[in-house]
């Protein structure tokens, strides 16, 4: 099974986790994920803090490429859940 690299960026203390996933497709889902519960602990952590706006999720597949960036302002909107690259 590949093996996917998440990757937090923004004033965020998540360091980078490792995942074995069938596919970029599931890589992506749980993208989306992590980004949700990630969101959710920093507004329980700063209900006033904005800066969430800010972070971003990015994974790569085990070459280093990467798969796809989820932008956390994006979570805030139905019509936006990520931005796939």
């Known amino acids: 099974m590949p093996r996917y690299r ?5 004033n965020i203390e998540q360091g980078a986790t490792e995942v074995d996933l069938p596919d970029a497709k599931a890589a992506r889902r749980d993208a989306v994920q992590a980004a949700r519960e990630a ?3 920093g507004y329980i952590a700063s209900p006033t803090e904005k800066s969430t706006r800010q ?3 990015r994974v790569y597949d ?6 796809v960036t989820v932008a956390f302002a994006d979570l805030e909107h ?3 859940s990520g931005d796939e690259q």
């Open 6 to 10: 998440f990757e937090f960026a923004g």
């Open 55 to 57: 972070w971003i999720v």
């Open 78 to 80: 139905p019509e936006g």
């Open 39 to 41: 969101l959710i602990d």
């Open 62 to 67: 085990e070459a280093g490429s990467l798969v």
